[in-house]
């Protein structure tokens, strides 16, 4: 069984209705299931057959949004579960094409690293440095120019994400991506406002809606940028009650690849007569990231 056979089945068993029901019930709710009937709902509960691309990401769109069924329980560990199952596929997606967010470093012959969380790492001061030095280095010449102050105060709020891999005090890699209001998110997507120029009462609370910058971003191996990135998919779902939006304001030229299968969209671009580089301002739904063509493809 995959995920989806997996989800159907569960589900049915969580609220004790019949194929039929559960038919009638998709039917309602997207026209896309007009033609669906018990036999193919059998088939992609046993596995036989799968759903297209399109209707698996309406059965996990109907999951999320319509039930408690993924909150808590069966529901919600077969979906974590098949995030989990991201790391070595997404490793191999990630090539050299991204040559400022992934580097080709090799790994180490033992492959142990650890990640931990900025917030409650006793070590991080030297960690800020090694995410100021990588951002001012990938980015174009004098504009990243976020201070250790600000990075650190930034990182600390209590909805902010923010983890690093390392390996016997080496820095491996970084996530960070910072809670904002979803205004905020939209006027840094238009370059109304700079990226850098965040004030405390621009984050939210945690049980606040409101959007995720990825601020930061770098992995030194494709396995490194992989398993940050299934961390972060797993941290989305979980707190998926309270998040609207994913945003990125990117200035690096594999930026923009991440629109192509990762489900967000350049609703933004020009540039930058100061520092002379091209900007994309990207923004959508975390549902659109957490189900898009490529984590469908590789993980459900």
Not at 24 to 39: I, S
Not at 150 to 169: D, G, M
Request: charged content about 20%; overall charge neutral.
């Amino acid at each position: 069984m995959n995920p989806i056979s997996e989800l159907l089945v569960a589900y049915r068993k969580y609220t004790g209705i019949t194929q039929k029901i559960l038919v009638e019930t998709l039917c309602k709710h997207n026209d896309a299931f007009k033609n669906l009937n018990t036999v193919t709902l059998s088939r992609w509960e046993t596995g036989v057959t799968a759903p297209s691309l399109s209707k698996k990401k309406l059965i996990l769109h109907f999951f999320i949004n319509t039930h408690s069924f993924t909150e808590e329980g069966t529901g919600k560990n077969i979906i974590q579960n098949a995030y989990k199952h991201l790391y070595e596929p997404l490793s191999t997606v990630f090539t050299h094409n991204y040559q400022f967010l992934i580097g080709n470093l090799p790994e180490h012959p033992s492959g142990k690293h650890t990640f931990e969380n900025l917030k409650n790492f006793s070590k991080s001061d030297e960690h800020y440095d090694h995410i100021i030095d990588i951002e001012i280095a990938t980015n174009a010449t004098k504009y990243y120019n976020v201070s250790q102050i600000f990075l650190t105060k930034w990182c600390n709020y209590p909805s902010s994400f923010c983890i690093i891999a390392e390996r016997k005090k080496q820095h491996l890699g970084h996530m960070i991506m910072l809670k904002i209001k979803n205004h905020v998110a939209e006027e840094i997507a238009h370059n109304i406002r700079s990226e850098f120029d965040l004030k405390e009462n621009d984050f939210c609370d945690v049980n606040e809606n409101g959007t995720y910058y990825i601020h930061a971003l770098y992995g030194r191996s494709p396995k490194i940028a992989s398993e940050l990135n299934v961390k972060a998919y797993i941290h989305l779902f979980e707190n998926l009650k309270y998040i609207d939006n994913i945003m990125i304001f990117s200035t690096r030229t594999d930026g923009v690849l991440l629109t192509k299968d990762y489900g967000i969209k350049v609703i933004d671009s020009g540039k930058n007569d100061e520092y002379g580089f091209k900007w994309h301002g990207m923004l959508s739904p975390v549902e659109d990231i957490l189900f898009s063509n490529t984590v469908l493809k590789l993980a459900f």
